[in-house]
């Protein structure tokens, strides 16, 4: 997880009522499981980017968000995480199996879905839950099977998403 400093010190400006705390490190946000925080300590992430600290706080609480930063400034993770960890803390049994997507992450490009698809992997450490799938033009008809058999995470880009909806796939 490289991160680039110089937009470490930068702040975030949050407009809303009722602006939740921000957590700035790992530890302090207790919407995570501890499973899930030693896990993000072992891959490294134990400081949040000043966007994170205050975005994950309103994903968690629901509130709509919208982020609008530079590059490697943790907007990513900032979706990400509070996804994974929603999803991770869910009671998987047979008769409570989601049929998704639970979650949409909308990327610019074919090529950022791979970027952050590999990062959604990284975060579900090889778990089995919460499935994630992405949708890109090479894998459209594979990934749509994996949508209708279930998943809690889809992440796409605009033109992909667009066809399956149209398409009447529900």
Known sequence: LETDFDVLQKSCICYGQRVPAPYETVDSNPCLSNRFRKYLDS??????????????????????????????????????????????????TANEIYIGPKAVVLCSSHKKVR??????????????????TYLDIESEAKSTASILNG?????????????????GVS
């Open 43 to 92: 891959i490294g992430f134990i400081n949040t980017t000043p966007l994170q600290a205050h975005v994950i706080p309103c994903i968690v609480k629901p509130r709509p968000v919208v982020c609008i930063s530079t590059p490697q400034s943790g907007k990513t993770y900032s979706y990400l995480i509070p996804c994974v960890a929603m999803f991770q803390d869910v009671n998987q």
């Open 115 to 132: 970027k952050v698809f590999n990062q959604a992997q990284l975060l579900t450490n090889g778990q089995e839950f919460p499935r994630v």
């Open 151 to 167: 998943c809690e995470i889809l992440i796409s880009a605009p033109s992909p998403l667009r066809r399956l909806i149209e398409s």
